[in-house]
């Protein structure tokens, strides 16, 4: 089951691995919708956080595999709709999240200049409402009944990447000791692709 499926491009590779696979997909533009029915077995047009799946004939615990590919950020309340949702998903079966950082050195440095500046798309896309670290990743995730069993991070090198963290780096250093040390893969990781297991 994917939420967000827009056309179908994720469940296309899926399928390409596991053809027998049943899949349902729930997106809320009826053009990309249109799109996805013609790969998955079937799509419901409606808002992810409303869509009440009972009603359309799911049972719970129906699904093996949940995927929200750059959804999460997008709901009013994704620690509710997670819960929710989790009720469709079998004791054992995971969910995988792609989640943009927001502790990328790009969000960083605009807040050191006293800048949060929403754009058209990207890690400050305005659609965006709730906004992540792997930190808060990670407790949604757990608060969920989630134990996160795989973390890839996606870093999207820049020329002005390599100068960024060194600056950052020279920032912490001038604190003494006052500030823990982050891990510079926080600074770079644009999104994490996280695959978590339901207890």
Known sequence: MEFGCGA??????YKA?????????????EDAA????????????GDAEAIELSEHGYQ??????IIYGDVLEH????????????KYLRSGG????????ASHWSVILGLLNGEFKYEDSGLLDRTHLRFFTFSSIKELMENAGLAISEVKS???STPEQQNALQLLS????????????????NWSTFQYVVKAIKQ
């Open 60 to 65: 719970e615990e129906s699904f093996d595999l």
């Open 75 to 86: 709901f009013v309340d994704p620690w509710q709709t997670l819960d929710r949702h989790l």
């Open 154 to 156: 996606k870093v999207q």
């Open 170 to 185: 020279r920032l912490l250093d001038t604190q003494g000791g006052a500030i823990p040390p982050v891990p510079q893969l």
């Open 17 to 29: 691995r596991n053809p027998d696979s049943f899949s349902l997909g729930v997106e809320c533009f």
């Open 94 to 101: 995971a969910v995988c999240a792609c989640i943009p950082n």
């Open 8 to 13: 179908g491009s994720t469940m296309r590779a």
């Open 34 to 45: 249109v799109l996805a029915r013609g790969i998955f077995d079937k799509v419901l047009t």
